[in-house]
Nanobody, 123 residues
Framework: QVQLVESGGGLVQAGGPLRLSCAAS????????MAWFRQAPGKEREFVAV????????NYADSVKDRFTVSRDNVKNAVYLQMNNLRPEDTAVYYC????????????????WGQGTQVTVSS
C-alpha cells in the first residue's frame, strides 16, 4: 500500500502564493498517477491537478489553469502544488491522492489519500 502525508497549508492573502507538498511512502513504485483534489464546506470534492508518476505530463482544472503548477520528484517520492494568484474561492481542504491505475479527474479512481491540509485565502 501507499501512505501519503501532506503539508504546506495555511493562511494567505488573496493574490499571494502557497506551495503544498505531499510525501509518499510504501509501495511508491506502484504509483501510476498522483493528483490534487480540494473540498470546500458544503461542496463535493473536486479535481485540481494530476501528474503521471513515470512521465511528467500534467492536466489541470479550468479554474486553476495558468495559476497552479503540479510537479513531482520521484527520488524524494513527493508531489507538489505551487499555487499562485490565490483567490478566496480557492479556500478549501486540499488532498493529494495516488492510484496504481490510470486515474485522472474522478476521486473514485484514486486508491490512496492524504489527510488533507487547509488552505484559507483572505480577501
Amino acid at each position: 500500500q501507499v501512505q501519503l502525508v501532506e503539508s504546506g497549508g495555511g493562511l494567505v492573502q488573496a493574490g499571494g502564493p502557497l506551495r503544498l507538498s505531499c510525501a509518499a511512502s510504501g509501495r511508491t513504485f506502484d504509483i501510476a498517477n498522483m493528483a490534487w483534489f480540494r473540498q470546500a464546506p458544503g461542496k463535493e470534492r473536486e479535481f485540481v491537478a494530476v501528474i503521471s508518476w513515470g512521465k511528467s505530463s500534467a492536466n489541470y482544472a479550468d479554474s486553476v489553469k495558468d495559476r497552479f503548477t503540479v510537479s513531482r520528484d520521484n527520488v524524494k517520492n513527493a508531489v507538489y502544488l505551487q499555487m499562485n494568484n490565490l483567490r478566496p474561492e480557492d479556500t478549501a481542504v486540499y488532498y493529494c491522492a495516488a492510484t496504481s491505475l490510470y486515474g485522472r479527474r474522478s476521486p473514485a479512481e484514486y486508491q490512496y489519500w492524504g489527510q488533507g491540509t487547509q488552505v484559507t485565502v483572505s480577501s
